[in-house]
């Protein structure tokens, strides 16, 4: 029995009592996630008897908080309306920050939390972004992603913390306390995702197939469900994977025996995106699905197929009042029945630099130091420096995926900081900027060379997929803004953008100083703080670093536990100014 989940006997017949009034109708109705756009008018709110409404890529819901939160204001008076008013609750993928709204705190993503390897800082990161997800109008985020990623050719190998489980569960329970508060009812419903196995598909292929044993699927990616169940996870969201040859959202064994049964999860299991017709209808109702992301033209197939799966016995009743159940109890347990309605007075936190300074804190403790040669670092106010490279001064590059937009932004957004920005506020002379890495600057001492991979989402950063868009060694344009500079005898420090550990073993040699940075956020100036010294390394890898291209001949690259590929830098490793070297 999970230790932290106590049965409140009072909510739980306050539970059934509504359950025993309701209609199939408006329990299918529950069951039911839409698109606060293009899924529904807001009179199917009620005539549907809608149970959650999600914002993802499209329309905004409005200009700026006010308007957002009045949007979905009005969406909630129509489920309230309602025969039995059982409030909506509005999901959103929050998983740096509220980072669908512009002008919000955008912290590293998770990979650089796993970097800097800080329980407190996790959990201030994720009750920071409950507080600007609640003041945009949500209660739910899709976050954390607790993935294992066993082959950095997953185009969301940054959405997870590390590929070391202990390291995974132990920032998975900060994150789910963070953005819950202490067990549940302060903050916003949390969601561990994906159940089971997306971040070790075979070949790192999103959606693909994971072959490991169910020995290794227990031991090796369960622990951080525990973790999250053990901490009051009011929500786990199913993955797109298969397992077993099962598809995940199907997979009864794993979802309604292990999670539901053994582990006694008591939240929801959301699906994911448009599953019902992607997973084999009913059978994902069957094998214990409880909320469905009925979007993109699925709503009108689940609630009519779930309909009349019940009534042709397919779908058992008790099966209906367990997601219905599941739902009711997150919604009573975070008070939506009591303040169904966004908190105006939340508005102004959004983005404030108390905030900010945590997003601060993280960028510099995510920065993992590979190398100094002849303490190039820390640099000097004195120094004479350019600074190389479009990343460098961009906000939007220097994010990732989720940023503003599904796939991320190109370009600079709303209150956000660069690395070159940061890198002004240090130095005595004029920072030189050589965007394009082709300028014959003169008189230099040093070259902060910022390069890495542009942002990307899900299967867009699959490499090797069908996308094909990214690969595992830096881009050729970029490996000349290194080689540019290094034969002309210039001090190099190489500043990696990126979603994960790349290829870079020559790039690391031909530079001075490499330091690998992640996906910041929008607080790209709190690496500077660390380059000049102000503050220390204190990042280590949450991946091993590979070597070449032929680490990834098998189904997944080198990894902290499997030692039959040697990387270039272990699992763990980090240097800082102290390191003799
Ligand atoms: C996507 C992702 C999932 C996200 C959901 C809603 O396909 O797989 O992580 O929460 O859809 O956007």
Redesign the pocket.
């Known amino acids: 029995m999970a230790k932290n989940i106590t049965t409140d006997p009072d909510l739980e017949q306050k539970i059934e009592n509504l359950i025993a009034q309701m209609t199939l109708e408006e329990k299918i109705g529950q069951m039911s996630q839409v698109r606060h756009f293009d899924d529904i008018s807001p009179e199917e709110i009620k005539t549907k008897f809608i149970g959650s409404v999600?914002h993802?890529q499209g329309p905004l819901p409005g200009n700026n908080a006010a308007e957002w939160q009045s949007k979905f204001s009005e969406l909630q008076k129509q489920a309230l309306s309602t025969r039995l008013g059982i409030p909506l609750i509005f999901g959103v993928?929050a998983v740096h920050g509220q980072n669908t709204y512009e002008g919000a705190t955008i912290f590293p993503h998770n990979i650089g939390l796993g970097a800097a390897a800080n329980p407190e800082l996790v959990e201030k990161a994720a009750a920071i972004t409950a507080i600007e997800s609640k003041a945009t109008g949500f209660n739910w985020v899709?976050s954390p992603?607790v993935a294992i990623p066993m082959n950095e050719k997953w185009g969301r190998v940054y959405e997870a913390f590390s590929e070391n489980t202990e390291l995974t569960a132990e920032l998975t329970k900060a994150s789910v306390i963070g953005h819950q508060g202490k067990f549940g009812n302060s903050g916003v419903l949390a969601t561990a995702?994906?159940f089971i196995g997306d971040g070790a598909t075979d070949f790192g292929v999103e959606g693909g197939s994971t072959t490991l044993s169910r020995e290794e699927v227990l031991e090796r990616l369960l622990p951080p469900y525990q973790a999250a169940i053990e901490s009051g996870i009011a929500s786990i969201?199913a993955s797109?994977n298969t397992l077993d040859g099962i598809p995940m959202h199907a997979h009864k064994a794993l979802i309604s025996d292990l999670l539901k049964g053994e582990l006694k999860f008591d939240g929801i299991v959301v699906s994911?995106?448009k599953a019902y017709s992607r997973f084999g209808q009913n059978d994902i109702i069957n094998a214990g699905i409880d909320m469905v992301?009925a979007v993109d033209g699925d709503l009108d197939l689940f609630q009519e197929g779930v309909r009349n799966g019940v009534l042709d016995g397919s779908i058992p009743e008790n099966r209906i009042n367990d997601a219905v159940r599941r739902i009711l109890r997150q919604k009573f347990r975070f008070g939506l029945f009591d303040h169904p309605f966004p908190d105006k007075t939340l508005i102004g936190k959004i983005g404030i630099p108390e905030h900010r300074a945590v997003a601060r804190q993280a960028v510099r403790e995510s920065l993992v130091l590979l190398k100094n040669e002849n303490h190039i670092l820390p640099l000097k106010r004195t120094s004479r420096i350019v600074v190389v490279g479009p990343m460098a001064d961009n906000s939007g590059l220097q994010s990732g995926g989720w940023t503003v937009n599904w796939q991320g932004t190109t370009e600079n957004y709303k209150d956000a900081t660069t690395i070159l920005e940061g890198i002004k506020k240090f130095t005595l002379h004029e920072v030189r900027y050589d965007r394009e890495g082709t300028a014959e600057v003169e008189n230099v001492d040093v070259a902060v060379i910022v390069v890495g991979e542009n942002p990307y989402a899900?299967f867009f950063g699959d490499i090797g997929g069908e996308m094909n868009l990214f690969q595992l060694t830096l881009p050729e344009e970029q490996q000349k803004f290194i080689t540019a500079y290094a034969k002309r005898g210039i001090k190099t420090v190489v500043i990696l953008i990126s979603g994960r550990p790349l290829v870079m073993t020559q790039q690391i040699e031909q530079s001075d100083a490499f330091v690998a940075a992640w996906l910041p956020g929008s607080e790209g100036d709190g690496i500077a703080e660390v380059l000049f010294g102000q503050f220390d390394f204190k990042g280590k890898l949450p991946h091993s670093w590979p070597k070449s291209v032929e680490d990834y001949k098998g189904k997944y690259g080198p990894n902290f536990w499997d030692n039959s590929i040697e990387p270039l830098y272990p699992f763990g490793f980090g240097l800082n100014y102290h390191n003799k070297l």
Do not use: L, Q, S, V
């Open positions: 999600i993802t993928d899709f992603c995702k994906h969201m797109f994911d995106w992301m899900e």
